[in-house]
Every structure is written in structure tokens, then in C-alpha cells.
């Protein structure tokens, strides 16, 4: 599991060595923006996508307050990504209520919703929300939620990709985990477990056809 990251850590370092810090930050801003991260490798990936940064306010890593995240929330791609970010790397226990709203906010697309919810998780805050997902109302404990990535079916799938892949192509390895962190972020909380090995590389090599 910790191959394709120390190897893309490495990657980082050696562009920062080299001065080559546009195409470090777009690294780091790549994989920042997948589902899912070890967190001990994403907290390495902030780190230096922090001090890659410029100090002041305009061109900060992240958004401070949650003014900031809710308007960005409805931005592009780019506001998007980093206030999913900034969520992530703000005590959100003060902001329950904030979040709370967040979640009801149906001109959030589902994608947001559903990170919410996994940021939510992750930091262990206990409290409930309305939610509407594909177009169907839910009510959710957040403390009820599993862990999509700690899921036995998906464990099991990461296992079998790696088996396939990691040795032959790791390239593609690392295409195919991509393609399962979508699948299974696009129906959280909720578990596809009629989802295969088969189904992921099938819809990998898909997108690479469309190019």
C-alpha cells in the first residue's frame, strides 16, 4: 500500500530539490484532490503543499473560516477542491450547525455532500443531518457511518488490484485504484457490494479509451 506513495513522495522531493516547484504543487494538488489517502501520506502531502505556499492570506493552502468554505463550496473545480480541503484540516466540532446546513444544501452537488460526510466521519463528530442523495431523502448518525475504505469488499478489491498490477504495471495500478476510490465514494455511505475487480478495470481502461 505504501509503495506508490513513498515513490510519489520521493517524486515531490526531488522536483522541490530541483526548483521545480510549479510542477511539484501540481503533483501535490492531484493526488490531494483523490478520495482517499492513507492518512499518514496525506498529512505528508499537506505538509509540503503548505509550505509550497505563499504566507499571506490570498495565497494561503486553505481557507480559515467557514464563510470562506460556503461560498467556495459553490465554486469551481479548483474552490472546490480546496475548500473540501480546508474541511478537512478545521476542528469542524464548533461548526456542527454549519455543517449541518452544508449537508441540507441541495445546490451542493452529491460529490460534495458525500466528502462532507466522510470529513465528518473521520474527525469522529457525533451528530445527526438530513441529506438528500440521488434525488432520496436520508437522515444519518454521523457516528453510525463506516469507514467505505476500511470496508472488507473494498479491502478485498485493493488486495486483487495489487496482486494484478503492482509488479507488471503500476501505472495502470494506480489508474484502477482511482477508479475503485470514485466507485466507492459515489455511493457512500452506502456499500456497492456487487461491485468486482472485474467492474474496475473494465471502467479503467474504459476512460483511457475515451482519453
Same mark, same amino acid.
Given at each position: 500500500?505504501?509503495? /506508490?506513495?513513498?515513490?510519489?513522495? =520521493? ?37 509540503? /503543499? ?10 494561503? #493552502?486553505?481557507?480559515?473560516? @467557514? ?7 459553490? %465554486?469551481?473545480?479548483?474552490?472546490? #477542491?480546496? =475548500?473540501?480541503?480546508? *474541511? ?5 466540532? &464548533? ?11 441541495? =445546490? ?11 470529513? =465528518? ?10 441529506? !438528500?442523495?440521488?434525488? +432520496? ?10 469507514? &467505505? ?9 485493493? +488486495? ?21 476510490? @470514485? ?16 467492474? !474496475? !478495470?473494465?471502467?479503467?481502461?474504459? /476512460? *483511457?479509451?475515451? %482519453?
Amino acid at each position: 500500500m505504501s509503495n /506508490y506513495y513513498d515513490t510519489c513522495l =520521493a517524486n515531490i522531493h526531488e522536483l522541490i530539490q530541483n526548483n521545480k516547484k510549479s510542477e511539484a504543487l501540481e503533483i501535490l494538488e492531484e493526488e490531494l484532490s483523490m478520495p482517499y489517502i492513507p492518512k499518514l501520506y496525506r498529512e505528508s502531502f499537506e505538509e509540503l /503543499y503548505r509550505s509550497l505556499n505563499l504566507p499571506d492570506e490570498s495565497q494561503s #493552502a486553505f481557507f480559515t473560516n @467557514m464563510d470562506d468554505i460556503r461560498y467556495n463550496l459553490l %465554486g469551481n473545480s479548483a474552490q472546490v #477542491a480546496k =475548500a473540501l480541503l480546508s *474541511l478537512e484540516n478545521l476542528n469542524l466540532r &464548533p461548526y456542527i450547525d454549519e455543517l449541518i446546513d452544508l449537508l441540507r444544501n441541495n =445546490a451542493l452537488s452529491d460529490e460534495i455532500k458525500r466528502m462532507i460526510l466522510l470529513i =465528518a466521519m473521520e474527525q469522529e463528530l457525533c451528530f445527526e443531518c438530513f441529506v !438528500v442523495l440521488d434525488n +432520496k431523502p436520508y437522515s444519518f448518525n454521523i457516528s453510525d457511518l463506516n469507514d &467505505p475504505f476500511q470496508d472488507l469488499h473494498y479491502l478485498n478489491i485493493y +488486495k486483487k488490484l495489487h496482486e494484478l498490477y503492482e509488479s507488471n504495471d503500476p501505472s495502470f495500478l494506480k489508474l484502477t485504484l482511482d477508479v475503485l476510490n @470514485m466507485e466507492i465514494m459515489q455511493v457512500f455511505p452506502f456499500v456497492n457490494d456487487s461491485l468486482t475487480v472485474e467492474d !474496475v !478495470v473494465f471502467k479503467t481502461e474504459s /476512460y *483511457l479509451s475515451k %482519453g
